[in-house]
């Protein structure tokens, strides 16, 4: 199911001596892209539909260190502040993204064909 899915594109993209810039949208990322933050302990949004293959690009916004659990199976490596992640799905169906740090944060992804 996740076969091709460490094929995603993993960016670390240091926002260095942007530490009061606050949540404003993320440099690299493009923007009409989906994004998800990582902010106060929680993702936002907590509800996300996309397509098979489309990129979706995590960001960590907050000091917190989070890291991104997919189904309980397949995990991202650990995000500092400012770091994001690329990931895509190869397969339809219903996804919980959590966090091994903070299992309060919940993700729900619904990828269509
Ligand atoms: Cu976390």
Redesign the pocket.
Known sequence: MFSHSFLAIVLFLMVAGCASSGNSYPPDVPEKGTLVS?DD?AFSPKKLKVRVGEPIYFWNAET????LVFDKRERSPNMEAGDVFVWSFDTPGEYIVT????PQ?RLQITVKP
């Open positions: 990582q302990l917190s260190v989070h890291n966090c091994d740090y903070h944060m």
